[in-house]
């Protein structure tokens, strides 16, 4: 089914709020909608500057959403609202605040200008981190939602469902004004996996592979599957990370690396600045997630990523000829100088910023401004989603 019948012929206007580095805008490009960003609106400096740096010509406003007024909102006469609200306050790692976390301010604001609206906006999709499925944000979102007349659906995704290697889990929402609806039968429980279209629209269905967060087969047995073998991994993880690597329906890391010709000792020009310190190899040698070129998987990337290491995302191994078993074999036994010996034999190295923008579905022609420090690259990305996941749910959405 055409997306052209399905939403009137006239251009969408699209209102793009926590517009960060412009990952909505460009999932809004990927489906092919007939659509037009009205407004971008963020407060993050960097993300701005990357933001006008590919999208010149798209209005974009550095205030704060609680800044605008229901008169701004009205004279922008939105049919779309895409939004990424701060996720602080309803992540794992962080104290969980809520709607009592100033953050949270923003978006309850959103919440009492919806209603207010002269033209309220036909779609609504909002993007975040699992646990936002349980905040009481979530639940004055609904509410709200059901009180103007919405038909809506939950969903938690990761990239992983579109055959992509990396696990980057996030809670999502579609909203359509009744009494249009949905082209799938709409539920309310959260899905993991997108639906298949009533109208047997093929452009909506899944590959067959299970969501990221489904627990992986695990062959192993026995009260030894707990036991650490190395690198502080048990039978059970090792396990889970083979079968992940042999699910052919997800690509391989290669796929999405930068293309340079290798030079000796496995890492292409200019990607040696890439490579582990020393001093971080030696004090986070255990905690890494590293993953081969021609694995399936990695773990979500985020803005604490080439500063931090424990749990910020995986580093590539680049020399693929090194046994991962063999450079930690017996560490604990070995002087600091051998340690280096045997760890550097991997050559393990972060990915770089175009490496990560291309798992995370940035098109090839998106770029940073020069100025842009690696570390602020890191930042922004780790802050921004998935784009073709989030193509796949406006098409579901105007669908």
């Not at 695990?218 to 048990?234: A, H, Q």
């Amino acid at each position: 089914m055409s997306l052209c019948r399905s939403v009137n012929m006239e251009q969408l206007r699209v209102l793009e709020l926590y517009s960060g580095i412009g990952g909505m805008h460009y999932a809004l490009k990927e489906c092919r909608v007939p659509a037009r960003v009205v407004a971008a609106v963020d407060v993050n400096t960097t993300a701005n500057e990357v933001y006008r740096h590919n999208f010149p010509a798209t209005p974009l406003w550095a205030k704060t959403i609680e800044g605008l007024t229901l008169d701004d909102f009205n004279r922008l006469d939105f049919d779309m609202i895409l939004m990424s609200p701060p996720c602080q306050p309803f992540t794992r790692i962080g104290l969980q605040g809520d709607v009592s976390d100033p953050r949270t301010k923003s978006f309850l604001y959103i919440l009492d200008i919806l209603p207010r609206l002269a033209k309220r906006p036909r779609f609504l999709l909002l993007e975040n981190v699992k646990g936002f499925e349980t905040s009481s944000a979530r639940d004055a979102l609904v509410k709200t939602l059901k009180d103007c007349g919405y038909s809506y659906q939950e969903f938690l995704l990761s990239p992983t469902c579109l055959g992509i290697p990396n696990s980057r889990l996030r809670y999502f929402l579609i909203a359509r004004a009744l009494p249009e609806s949905f082209s799938f039968q709409t539920t309310t429980e959260v899905l993991v996996a997108f639906p298949e279209s009533k109208r047997g629209d093929s452009a909506d269905r899944t590959p067959n592979s299970a969501p990221s967060h489904a627990p992986a087969p695990n062959s192993s047995k026995g009260r030894d599957e707990g036991r650490v073998l190395y690198k502080m991994e048990t039978a059970r993880d090792l396990e889970k990370k083979r079968c992940q690597d042999e699910d052919e329906s997800v690509r391989r890391i290669q796929d999405f690396l930068e293309e340079e010709e290798e030079e000796e000792g496995g890492a292409g020009p200019g990607m040696g600045r890439y490579l582990l310190p020393p001093k971080t190899l030696l004090r986070y040698a255990l905690l890494m997630d590293i993953v081969r070129p021609s694995c399936r998987r990695s773990v979500c990337f985020t803005k604490g990523y080439g500063h931090y290491v424990e749990g910020t995302g995986s580093v590539l191994q680049s020399c693929t000829d090194a046994q991962v078993e063999t450079a930690y074999a017996a560490l604990d036994s070995l002087t600091d100088e051998q340690k280096l010996l045997q760890l550097s034999q991997l050559r393990l190295r972060y990915f770089s910023p175009r490496e990560i923008a291309n798992l995370m579905g940035f098109p090839s022609h998106f770029s940073f401004p020069e100025n842009t420090t690696t570390k602020q690259r890191y930042r922004v990305l780790g802050n921004s989603l998935n784009v073709h996941v989030v193509a796949r749910l406006i098409t579901l959405m105007v669908g």
